[in-house]
């Protein structure tokens, strides 16, 4: 008998999981509250590691694809001290595939290939225990039964009030981006200064960095402490007031990396929040939670990765195991608890020491995990 299943949301995780479903020939309900695939930015580049989102697409059957759209020259990382001085400066092997750089678009269109995404169907509550099954109610007032639903949502997710009571909370660190597009044209200086990949500069308690996308576009994320409502006396539309208002954040720094501001086309406001780091719920029949949903941690390369390993991982489990679907997902979430909890640790951490009253800690961090 076939069960079921829906997984809520149509990010990295969700997608890997009904892709690898469908791979085994399970059919799956893909819910999306965005109205269309291109409702709204994609976002930047995500780094896919060997043993993780690699392997997630390596069970989808999807390596060679990927191979062919991403990115190993984006591996290459650049550091800046505030004055323009580079301090160090990594470029990977020919044959680097440690972590290669790929689109969010690119990879979400390769993992959704021939899915069904429902899309413009907004969750607002998921039911269990119900006499049917678990109760999925849509903002449209529709409501649907399965078996199980997965919640793979992020980080404000419908569906995980239905296991946990516990929200995210503010870090104390606000990231806000912009973009340059066509910088190679455009922008040569910037082009030269960011390289083939990454470009970072750590000041105290704030950094810059630029990552490149595909075709020539650059995404610009200014991270430093602050106040939730730092912003609140700034109208968000007011693209010179917010422009001024980082660029006194950032006052003395070299004038070539304060340009990565100057031309930035639009600001977005995106205060960092966290889940508790050994985020864990009593398990509830027929409900799961994977990627951001389950484990939201700081933006350091884990996030995505996890959720599409986690996804794979699940979803062979229970192509495998259809008989005992409630001790499957029992299984899954045991491993995903420890394994998210190591890697919790890892980025709370890290972001501890990328937004650091001493600099020298975020440097120092770099040659730890990725040696000169």
């Known amino acids: 008998m076939r069960h079921r299943i829906a997984v809520v949301g149509s990010g990295p995780g969700g997608l890997t999981f009904a892709r690898v479903l469908h791979r085994h020939g399970h059919a799956v309900a893909l819910f999306e509250r965005d109205p269309s695939p291109d409702a709204r930015p994609p976002g930047g580049t995500l780094d896919l590691h060997e043993g993780m989102g690699q392997l997630a697409l390596d069970k989808a059957g999807l390596m060679a694809d990927f191979q ?15 004055d323009g001085t580079v301090l160090r400066d990594w470029r990977p092997r020919p044959d680097e595939r440690a972590h290669p750089e790929i689109d969010r678009k690119h990879l979400r269109d390769l993992l959704r290939g021939p899915l069904d995404v429902q899309w413009g169907r907004g969750v607002t509550k998921v039911v ?24 793979a949502d992020g980080a404000w997710s419908r ?23 066509d910088v190679d044209r455009r922008h040569p200086d910037l082009a030269r200064l960011i390289g083939d990949g990454s470009m970072a500069v750590y000041g105290a308690n704030r950094s810059l960095t630029a990552q ?72 509830v029949r027929g409900v ?11 933006p350091l390369g884990a996030g995505a990765n996890l959720a599409m390993l986690e996804g794979a991982e699940l979803a062979e489990a229970v192509a495998a195991g259809p008989e005992d679907l409630d001790g499957t997902v029992r299984a899954f979430e045991e491993r995903m608890w420890a394994r998210a909890a190591k890697w919790a640790e890892i980025t709370t951490a890290g972001l501890e020491r990328l937004v650091s009253p001493d600099p020298a800690t975020a440097l120092a961090l770099f040659e730890e995990v990725q040696p000169s």
Do not use: C
């Open 288 to 298: 799961t939670l994977l990627g951001d949903a389950a484990h939201l941690m700081p």
């Open 159 to 181: 569906v995980r009030p239905a296991v946990s009571s516990v929200t995210p909370h503010y870090t104390g660190v606000t990231t806000v981006e912009t973009s340059l597009d």
């Open 128 to 151: 269990p225990g119900t006499r049917d099954g678990v109760r999925v109610e849509f903002a449209d007032g529709r409501q649907e039964v399965f078996d199980l639903v997965v919640g």
């Open 68 to 82: 062919k759209l991403s990115r190993p020259e984006g591996q290459a990382m650049r550091i800046l001290d505030t």
């Open 212 to 283: 490149r996308n595909s075709g020539g576009h650059v995404k610009v994320y200014a991270k430093f402490r602050a106040p939730q409502d730092w912003h609140a006396d700034l109208d968000p539309a007011d693209i010179e007031a917010v422009r001024a208002s980082l660029l006194a954040l950032f006052d003395g720094w070299a004038a070539p990396v304060l340009d990565l501001l100057r031309h930035g086309t639009a600001f977005v406001h995106r205060p960092l929040h966290v889940l508790p780091v050994a985020h864990t719920w009593p398990h």
